[in-house]
């Protein structure tokens, strides 16, 4: 089994930054790849990035590229999401995820296994 515990959301006005942290703990051998998705209430999980775990390969939403940045270390078996530029339609829960083994549509939430419990990121107007 694969623990995964988010860190890092807060209240930030429109503009501010932050950065999310996903710490993973047990067999963390068996991971191939990180996402980070998030959710908003009355909404659908959404996928926002994803990294390999070499770090040499980053996914990311149409609505973040630019402003978000996904990275690994691998030293510590944490993710990272510095999130930039923040917008009111940010505000969401989000949601760290790590993918067993082969993966293939990384956008799909039903391919990952393991899943945090999640940060909350509020973004003021």
């Known amino acids: 089994q694969v623990q995964l515990v988010e860190s890092g959301g807060g209240l930030v006005q429109a503009g501010g930054s932050l950065r999310l942290s996903c710490a993973a703990s047990?067999?963390?051998?068996?991971?191939?790849?990180m996402g980070w998705f998030r959710q908003a209430p009355g909404k659908e999980r959404e996928f926002v990035a994803a990294i390999s775990r070499s770090g040499g390969s980053t996914y990311y939403a149409d609505s973040v590229k630019g402003r978000f940045t996904i990275s690994i270390d691998n030293a510590k078996n944490t993710v990272y999401l510095q999130v930039n530029s923040l917008k009111p339609e940010d505000t969401a829960g989000y949601y760290c995820?790590?993918?067993?083994?082969?993966?293939?549509?990384?956008?799909?939430?039903?391919?990952?296994?393991?899943w945090g419990q999640g940060t909350q990121v509020t973004v003021s107007s």
């Open positions: 047990g067999r963390t051998f068996s991971i191939n790849l």
């Open positions: 995820a790590a993918v067993r083994g082969y993966y293939s549509d990384y956008r799909n939430r039903a391919n990952y296994d393991y």
